[in-house]
């Protein structure tokens, strides 16, 4: 199993970036996916999940209104498109794989820096 996250990157806050996170070594279109992040200093939390099919989405309130979680089956690809972005969104974003009702396999992380 190999989760390939990219995208991360200096953003002003106010501006936007879109991850990208390339699944390889299992049946993508099987799994709820995820995204993570983990600030500095402070633990890792939830961003958003999205269904196998794509249909159904979840989101913390820190990213509701602003974020989007979407994926590409046929790419064996999920995205988060982060728009609004504020200071507090500087973390590392980690995707990873729902099996059952945990999240057991995880990429190596984006970093992601908003500036004020």
């Known amino acids: 199993v190999q989760l390939q996250a990219s995208g991360g990157g200096l953003v002003q806050a106010g501006g936007s970036l879109r991850l990208s996170c390339a699944a390889s070594?299992?049946?993508?279109?099987?799994?709820?996916m995820g995204w993570f992040r983990q600030a500095p200093g402070k633990e890792r939390e939830f961003v958003a999940e999205?269904?196998?099919?794509?249909?159904?989405?979840d989101y913390a309130d820190s990213a509701k209104d602003r974020f989007i979680i979407s994926r590409d089956n046929a790419k064996n690809t999920m995205y988060l498109q982060m728009n609004s972005m504020i200071s507090d969104d500087t973390a590392v974003y980690y995707c990873?794989?729902?099996?059952?009702?945990?999240?057991?396999?995880w990429g190596q992380g984006t970093l992601v820096t908003v500036s004020s």
């Open positions: 999205i269904s196998w099919s794509g249909r159904n989405a």
């Open positions: 990873a794989v729902k099996i059952g009702s945990v999240y057991k396999w």
């Open positions: 070594g299992f049946t993508f279109s099987n799994y709820h």
